[in-house]
């Protein structure tokens, strides 16, 4: 009787320690599709770096033109030949992986001319790549998990309502957005601001005014309090660049002050998500997300306090 209090005891002790003392691995979300040598998206899933893929990008789309798939030398979206990814997005789904489709990104041709335009594309997208699907699609038999925002041109109207139509399909359809750091995001501000996003993941590079800089972190870091003062979200990522050449016009933090003055600082605050990384193919050149998720591995756990 003693002798079994005694190692409850013990174990009620080891556990409060675990949980007050430990915290777990930084989640990492990138971007996979833009460039051919950034390996296959099994291979992304296989490294058990991210927790979130956005396949980038569905870079045509609104007005009535035939929506576009354009995955860079991985596949020909108009020969069908992306559908090899249908079986790897399944995989990478069965290791826990979420898997979702950007819409958008620096190139392409994307708008929404109204509101009943951004339910056609709704339409499209849910019937296409999510849970209305009935038969292979142009990334064939997988169904993704949600839908990416990550709009940086031509108009920044309706998709607000794209947001909206989008979750009611369906509650469970992940939704993120990948916003520029100066606040708010011309394109994405009012769809933002429908606080229908799971996720945002803030791009706080090729802003000078809201980005790290030559050891100064001070610009990022009262960015980033605005963002997570000001939007309503469950999980606010920093987005960053995986290397130096990713962000032409800026805002790379060497890994190790990511680790030691900017990491403690974000993850205390409310809302925080993780780190997202532009692109899967910078961080295969210089291994900075394997170097975050091992930093805060340790034994798969490390002391927060
Ligand atoms: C956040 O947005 C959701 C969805 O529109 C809404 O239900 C909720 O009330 C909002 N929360 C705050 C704090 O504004």
Request: charged share 15%.
């Amino acid at each position: 009787m003693a002798r079994k209090s005694q190692t409850i005891a013990l174990l009620i002790f080891f556990v409060a320690a675990a949980l007050s003392k430990t915290s777990y691995a930084t989640v990492i979300s990138t971007y996979w599709g833009q460039n051919l040598y950034e390996g296959t998206l099994k291979e992304a899933c296989d490294t058990g770096i991210y927790d979130i893929i956005n396949l980038a990008f569905l870079n045509v789309f609104g007005g009535g033109q035939t929506p576009s798939l354009n995955l860079a030398g991985h596949c020909d979206p108009p020969s069908g030949t992306c559908v090899i990814f249908g079986e790897q997005i399944t995989y990478c789904q069965g290791l826990g992986i979420k898997i979702l489709l950007s819409l958008g990104g620096a190139a392409g041709n994307y708008y929404l001319s109204s509101q009943d335009d951004a339910q056609s594309v709704a339409d499209y997208l849910w019937n296409t790549f999510l849970g209305g699907r009935t038969s292979a699609g142009p990334l064939g038999d997988a169904t993704l998990d949600g839908i990416d925002f990550d709009i940086e041109g031509i108009s920044n109207l309706y998709y607000d309502d794209l947001a909206r139509f989008l979750k009611e399909k369906s509650e469970s359809v992940y939704l993120s957005a990948a916003p520029q750091c100066p606040f708010p995001d011309y394109y994405m501000g009012a769809a933002i601001a429908t606080g229908l996003f799971d996720t945002v993941w803030t791009q706080f590079y090729n802003n000078p005014p809201c980005q790290y800089s030559d050891g100064v972190t001070d610009d990022l870091i009262n960015s980033w309090n605005q963002w997570t003062t000001s939007i309503n979200v469950t999980n606010l990522f920093m987005g960053l660049p995986a290397a130096e050449n990713a962000a032409p016009s800026g805002g790379y933090i060497p890994v190790d002050n990511l680790i030691s003055d900017v990491l403690p600082v974000i993850e205390s605050t409310a809302k925080y998500g993780g780190v997202m990384l532009w692109s899967r193919y910078y961080d295969v050149q210089t291994g900075y997300g394997a170097s975050i998720k091992s930093s805060t591995l340790g034994d798969g756990l490390v002391s927060s306090s």
